[in-house]
T-cell receptor, first 116, second 115 residues
Framework: AQKVTQAQTEISVVEKEDVTLDCVYE???????LFWYKQPPSGELVFLIR??????QNEISGRYSWNFQKSTSSFNFTITASQVVDSAVYFC?????????????FGTGTRLTIIP | ETGVTQSPTHLIKTRGQQVTLRCSSQSGHNTVSWYQQALGQGPQFIFQ???????GRGNFPPRFSGLQFPNYSSELNVNALELDDSALYLC??????????????FGPGTRLTVL
C-alpha cells in the first residue's frame, strides 16, 4: 500500500526567510509519480509539480525548488525568500503508475504561515 | 484557473437525506476523480471515472456512487447521509490513457454540511 507522510503539521516563518516542507513516501512500485499541491484558504488545490520516479533531478521554478531523493524516499519542497502569498496548506501526493486506478494518495498537509 | 467547475459551492443537508454534487471537467480531459477532504485532513480518493465507466474506487461504502456523462462531466451521489459525510468534496479532471498517469487538476470544491 502506498503512504505519504508530512510530519510537519504547521510551520511559521517571517517573510523573506527560506522554508522547507518535508515529504516522505512509501510504495512497492518502481514506477510512480510524486506531486505537490497548494491549497489556499479558498479551498481549491493548485498543482505545483509532478515528477516521475525515474527522474531524480532537482527542479527549480522561480522561488520554488524540489529535492527528490529515492534513497531516502523523500520529495522535499523549498520556498526561497518566502512571501505572505505563500501562506497556505501544502500537500504532497503519490500516484502509482498502474492505469486503471490513478488515485492520488495525499499526506495530511503542512500549514505554512508567512508572517509579514 | 484550471477550468474545472463544481456546483453547488456550499450545501447543507440533514442526516438520512441524499445529495448530488456536480463537476465539469477541463476541456480535453476524459477522466474525473472525486475526493473527500475532512477538516484538517488530506483528500481521500472516492472513485474515478474514465470514459463513462468507474475506473477505481477507494474505501467508501456503496452509498457513494457516481456517473460520468458523454461530455465527461460527472456527478457524485451520496445516499443516507451521515454526520461524518460533512467535508469538502473535490473533483479533479485529467487526461487518461493506457499506461500513463497524467496530472489531476482540481476544481474549487463543494462544502457539504450534514446536520
Amino acid at each position: 500500500a502506498q503512504k505519504v507522510t508530512q510530519a510537519q503539521t504547521e510551520i511559521s516563518v517571517v517573510e523573506k526567510e527560506d522554508v522547507t516542507l518535508d515529504c516522505v513516501y512509501e510504495t512497492r512500485d518502481t514506477t510512480y509519480y510524486l506531486f505537490w499541491y497548494k491549497q489556499p484558504p479558498s479551498g481549491e488545490l493548485v498543482f505545483l509539480i509532478r515528477r516521475n520516479s525515474f527522474d531524480e533531478q532537482n527542479e527549480i521554478s522561480g522561488r520554488y525548488s524540489w529535492n527528490f531523493q529515492k534513497s531516502t524516499s523523500s520529495f522535499n519542497f523549498t520556498i526561497t525568500a518566502s512571501q505572505v502569498v505563500d501562506s497556505a496548506v501544502y500537500f504532497c501526493a503519490l500516484s502509482e503508475a498502474n492505469f486503471g486506478n490513478e488515485k492520488l494518495t495525499f499526506g495530511t498537509g503542512t500549514r505554512l504561515t508567512i508572517i509579514p | 484557473e484550471t477550468g474545472v467547475t463544481q456546483s453547488p459551492t456550499h450545501l447543507i443537508k440533514t442526516r438520512g437525506q441524499q445529495v448530488t454534487l456536480r463537476c465539469s471537467s477541463q476541456s480535453g480531459h476524459n477522466t474525473v476523480s472525486w475526493y473527500q477532504q475532512a477538516l484538517g485532513q488530506g483528500p481521500q480518493f472516492i472513485f474515478q471515472y474514465y470514459r463513462e465507466e468507474e475506473n477505481g474506487r477507494g474505501n467508501f461504502p456503496p452509498r457513494f456512487s457516481g456517473l460520468q456523462f458523454p461530455n465527461y462531466s460527472s456527478e457524485l451521489n451520496v445516499n443516507a447521509l451521515e454526520l461524518d459525510d460533512s467535508a469538502l468534496y473535490l473533483c479533479a479532471s485529467s487526461f487518461g490513457q493506457q499506461a500513463r498517469t497524467d496530472t489531476q487538476y482540481f476544481g474549487p470544491g463543494t462544502r457539504l454540511t450534514v446536520l
